[in-house]
């Protein structure tokens, strides 16, 4: 293999397929970058087993090849590099890629790419099409309601449901629960219904661009994997097994009191809350009073810690409905809340021991459910 890139070109792509790279295996190789030649250009791939990431470079291939570098000491020496040419050419006998940019010399030891597990050849002729904008505002408003507890497997995911032109989306945590739906660029024959880790749809947003590009996800017959094609990147994942609850049942049917509050405002009083919140147990109190006579109704967001006070925070509101006093997890409403895009946000509730649902105003495709809680607690 011989090959001459650009320096900002390889260090990109090296950002890219970095974070795929298993930290620590009892494999070797997947410690490694496979840096390959493929049609002309220069192919990064990484790969802990659970998620693979592809990038495709620009290239000058003088002689075709392939071989596994280090990941840590070969993407700490490319930063390093001045921003020129970066001329690559490698010993098969003895596994050596020598590395040179202007002043610097380098040759490190790498393993033969014949070890590197291979990743799917992907079929783009059955792909869902999206558009990655709207698939980036998906995937934000969503993943974060996903469980980080390993104990129930289904819940570390994200459900993907595929149904004519339109795609959803729900993650849940047994506290809280996203659902968020976008049109497709182009409708599908087949129904689809699987469940993607919210870490493999969290770096796919990571390493979209922001421009008018679509994705392409396909599903390869019988491996359990997706895979999402970008332009130059592509990135596979390993599905979950099991079957995701059937959230629509969580998603309550009616509401006593709906508060509209400016999504701002409502978030910063919970900011506040959270500082004093977070010394328990991240417990914040609403009291919902609707106004008089025309008047406009309050919210108080209040929160208190035995070690370092409490915090109190009046937000006007358009109130509909009784009055109510009910308690979330601070934590999780600001998250919720840093996700909604709309200047007004809407709360729907029934019952101190119900559900509340969080709606942004003027737009009917994304909602959030979140559990209360006790409020003697």
């Known amino acids: 293999m011989k090959v001459s890139v650009l320096q900002d070109n390889l260090a990109h792509g090296l950002g890219v397929v970095s974070r795929a790279v298993a930290p620590r295996s009892t494999l070797p190789v997947l410690g490694n970058i496979l840096v390959a030649t493929d049609e002309g250009r220069l192919r990064l791939s990484a790969t802990d087993l659970e998620l693979g990431i592809t990038c495709w470079i620009g290239a000058k291939v003088e002689e075709e ?19 020129d040419q970066v001329d690559m050419s490698l010993t098969v006998r003895t596994q050596t890629l020598n590395v040179h940019c202007g002043h610097s010399n380098t040759d490190i030891k790498c393993i033969d790419a014949q070890e590197f597990p291979p990743l799917p050849l992907p079929d783009q002729d059955n792909g869902v099409k999206v558009n990655i904008r709207d698939l980036k505002d998906v995937i934000r408003q969503v993943t974060f309601a996903a469980s980080t507890d390993d104990a ?16 959803t989306l729900a993650a849940a945590d047994g506290f809280r629960l996203s659902v968020r739906r976008a049109a497709l660029a182009e409708p599908v024959s087949e129904a689809i219904k699987v469940v993607v880790p919210a870490r493999a749809l969290n770096e796919l947003a990571r390493i979209a661009s922001d421009g008018e590009e679509q ?9 359990g994997q997706v895979i ?70 309050v919210v108080e967001i209040s929160a208190q810690s035995e070690e370092t006070g409490s915090n109190e925070t009046k937000v006007d509101a358009t109130i509909e409905g009784r009055p109510i006093l009910i308690a979330f997890n601070v934590r999780f409403l600001r998250e919720v809340l840093d996700v909604v895009g709309t200047p007004e946000v809407s709360l729907e509730t029934s019952a101190a021991a119900a559900p509340g649902v969080i709606r942004p105003v003027g737009e009917d495709d994304f909602l959030h459910v979140i559990m209360p809680m006790h409020l003697g607690a």
């Open 65 to 83: 090849g392939s071989t596994t570098v280090p990941a840590r000491t070969f993407v700490d020496l490319v930063n390093t590099l001045p921003n």
């Open 152 to 167: 129930r497997p289904v819940l570390t995911g994200v459900l993907i449901t595929v149904k004519g032109d339109e795609m």
């Open 215 to 223: 994705v392409t996800m396909m599903l390869p017959p019988g491996r």
């Open 228 to 297: 999402f094609r970008l332009k130059d990147v592509e990135l596979t994942s390993q599905l979950i097994e099991g079957s995701f609850p059937e959230y629509e049942q969580i998603i309550p049917a009616e509401h006593h009191t709906r508060t509209v509050l400016s999504t701002t405002a409502f978030l910063k009083a919970c900011r506040q809350a959270e500082i004093f919140a977070r010394e328990g147990s991240l417990i914040a109190r609403l009291n919902v009073t609707p106004g008089e006579e025309g008047e406009p109704g």
